[in-house]
């Protein structure tokens, strides 16, 4: 038996938040019951003999989107020393296989969740959307455990990967001296959570297994307090069933072994006040998915805070239900949100609540449209505000959106007689609700 080594990390320099602040800290998983001969004989992750699927994707650093599944994102990236050689196409591969697992697995353990991993359209199917980043530090320099989470925290902050709407697993592909912390995990109080894996740690331990356990931990698994939270430690796990997935250390069984909180007692799917992992926005509800119609209308696009949201015209999402999203209207070129509808009004924030029949439309409009006016006749026509006398003919450019009023005064000895073109009567007023680019001619015809 490898004793277990639990690693407190403190992620960050200059400034940067430590990942292990709030409520669940950082804390590594370790090996259990891996003897010399064992590890010998098992082929390294990321070797044909472990691979049943294949990843078919390509890389990006930025999140493809829109993403497949609404809402918020378990992101995978595959992370590597600075000197490390590139073997994403053989880990991206071992990367897609264990989310498949995990995804299996977890419907098997709860059929109404699974984790909501990003995903996106290759030309093969969907597929993992993978980042690669690499640390500031070598091979060398990240041997022992001290300060490798810590660098790859921040590998992925100056990658941009720090969304506090994500769970990033990672995948860290360096050689360690210390092959018995299998991965860490943990999250900080703005959302983001980080779960690693030490691909070349841990030989012959699922790394399916290990991931899952370690996203777990960024969900708030095992919250401070549960039943059977293993005693003299710095928390995060149970130490009733050893086959829990959150027991502290892990054999070479394959996930399918390992049970999501045996008896449902202790971090899922409970019944008692402390937090639970299965009311994680991370997962998706299979049971509760509900649909967002937005309806964009005009030069502009409408996007949302939780990830998965960016129209620039009309589409329909599907959410978990209740979800709350900030929306943010971004209008094209010299072009502005006129209003909000439905779900929200004025142009003003729009936070809404995914609920039944929710929906929201946008309109969009060029800033400014040019109202031209004529006259035939002796007469004037001004505009109540600045901008118009006309005699006999001008134009000017008005805010979009907003009725123009026209007044028309005859010359000594004629008289008004109607509008024509934007206006249509024979009152002397006229409202334009410049809704379009307009043009009025007024006539006067003589007393
Ligand atoms: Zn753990």
Same mark, same amino acid.
């Given at each position: 038996?490898?004793?277990?080594?639990?690693?407190?990390?403190?992620?960050?320099?200059?400034?940067?938040?430590?990942?292990?602040?709030?409520?669940?800290?950082? /804390?590594?998983?370790?090996?259990?019951?891996?003897?010399?001969?064992?590890?010998?004989?098992?082929? *390294?992750?990321?070797?044909?003999?472990?691979?049943?699927?294949?990843?078919?994707?390509?890389?990006?650093?930025?999140?493809? &989107?829109?993403?497949?599944?609404?809402?918020?994102?378990?992101?995978?990236?595959?992370?590597?020393?600075?000197?490390?050689?590139?073997? *994403?196409?053989?880990?991206?591969?071992?990367?897609? &296989?264990?989310?498949?697992?995990?995804?299996?697995?977890?419907?098997?353990?709860?059929?109404?969740?699974?984790?909501?991993?990003?995903?996106?359209?290759?030309?093969?199917?969907?597929?993992?959307?993978?980042?690669?980043?690499?640390?500031? /530090?070598?091979?060398?320099?990240?041997? @022992? *455990?001290?300060?490798?989470?810590?660098?790859?925290?921040?590998? @992925?902050?100056?990658?941009?990967?720090?969304?506090?709407?994500?769970?990033?697993?990672?995948?860290?592909?360096?050689?360690?001296?210390?092959?018995?912390?299998?991965?860490?995990?943990?999250?900080?109080?703005?959302?983001?959570?980080?779960?690693?894996?030490?691909?070349?740690?841990? &030989?012959?331990?699922?790394?399916?297994?290990?991931?899952?356990?370690?996203?777990?931990?960024? @969900?708030?698994?095992?919250?401070?307090?549960?039943?059977? /939270?293993?005693?003299? /430690?710095?928390?995060?796990?149970?130490?009733?069933?050893?086959?829990?997935?959150?027991?502290?250390?892990?054999?070479?069984?394959?996930?399918?072994?390992?049970?999501?909180?045996?008896?449902?007692?202790?971090?899922?799917?409970?019944?008692?006040?402390?937090?639970?992992?299965?009311?994680?926005?991370?997962?998706?509800?299979?049971?509760?998915?509900?649909?967002?119609?937005?309806?964009?209308?005009?030069?502009?696009?409408?996007?949302?805070?939780?990830?998965?949201?960016?129209?620039?015209?009309?589409?329909?999402?599907?959410?978990?239900?209740?979800?709350?999203?900030?929306? &943010?209207?971004?209008?094209?070129?010299?072009?502005?949100?006129?209003?909000?509808?439905?779900?929200?009004?004025?142009?003003?924030?729009?936070?809404?609540?995914?609920?039944?029949?929710?929906?929201?439309?946008?309109?969009?409009?060029?800033?400014?449209?040019? @109202?031209?006016?004529?006259?035939?006749?002796?007469?004037?026509?001004?505009?109540?505000?600045?901008?118009?006398?006309?005699?006999?003919?001008?134009?000017?450019?008005?805010?979009?959106?907003?009725?123009?009023?026209?007044?028309?005064?005859?010359?000594?000895?004629?008289?008004?007689?109607?509008?024509?073109?934007?206006?249509?009567?024979?009152?002397?007023?006229?409202?334009?609700?410049?809704?379009?680019?307009?043009?009025?001619?007024?006539?006067?015809?003589?007393?």
């Amino acid at each position: 038996m490898v004793a277990v080594a639990l690693a407190v990390v403190t992620a960050g320099t200059g400034g940067a938040t430590a990942v292990h602040a709030g409520e669940q800290g950082v /804390e590594g998983l370790a090996l259990r019951d891996a003897t010399a001969s064992r590890v010998a004989n098992i082929a *390294l992750p990321g070797s044909a003999a472990r691979t049943a699927a294949s990843w078919c994707g390509s890389v990006s650093q930025s999140d493809r &989107t829109p993403n497949a599944i609404a809402g918020n994102p378990v992101r995978w990236v595959y992370a590597l020393p600075s000197d490390g050689q590139d073997r *994403l196409s053989s880990i991206g591969d071992v990367m897609q &296989t264990d989310a498949e697992q995990i995804d299996a697995w977890w419907r098997a353990q709860d059929p109404t969740h699974v984790p909501r991993n990003d995903l996106a359209q290759f030309s093969c199917g969907l597929q993992l959307d993978i980042a690669t980043v690499r640390t500031l /530090e070598s091979s060398a320099e990240l041997s @022992l *455990l001290a300060g490798r989470f810590a660098a790859v925290f921040n590998a @992925l902050n100056a990658a941009g990967l720090r969304s506090p709407f994500a769970k990033y697993v990672v995948y860290f592909d360096s050689a360690v001296s210390d092959a018995t912390v299998c991965g860490q995990g943990g999250s900080d109080s703005s959302g983001f959570g980080l779960a690693v894996v030490y691909t070349q740690a841990c &030989t012959g331990v699922s790394t399916a297994a290990v991931a899952a356990h370690e996203l777990l931990h960024t @969900l708030g698994a095992v919250p401070e307090g549960a039943p059977n /939270e293993c005693p003299d /430690e710095d928390g995060g796990h149970t130490c009733d069933e050893s086959s829990d997935l959150m027991y502290p250390s892990i054999d070479d069984a394959p996930l399918s072994t390992k049970v999501l909180d045996p008896g449902r007692n202790d971090y899922y799917g409970h019944s008692g006040a402390w937090a639970d992992a299965q009311d994680s926005p991370w997962l998706v509800r299979l049971d509760d998915q509900m649909p967002f119609a937005l309806s964009v209308s005009g030069p502009g696009s409408v996007g949302s805070d939780v990830p998965g949201l960016q129209c620039a015209q009309s589409c329909t999402t599907t959410w978990n239900a209740g979800t709350r999203l900030a929306l &943010t209207a971004t209008p094209g070129p010299g072009a502005k949100l006129v209003r909000w509808g439905s779900a929200c009004v004025g142009a003003a924030g729009c936070t809404l609540a995914v609920e039944p029949g929710a929906r929201l439309s946008a309109l969009f409009a060029p800033a400014s449209f040019r @109202l031209t006016v004529a006259v035939s006749g002796r007469g004037a026509v001004r505009s109540l505000k600045t901008g118009i006398t006309c005699r006999p003919r001008c134009s000017a450019t008005f805010p979009s959106y907003a009725p123009v009023k026209l007044t028309a005064t005859a010359t000594k000895g004629w008289r008004f007689r109607s509008w024509s073109g934007a206006c249509r009567r024979s009152k002397r007023t006229c409202s334009v609700p410049m809704t379009k680019a307009a043009s009025v001619r007024a006539v006067f015809v003589r007393a």
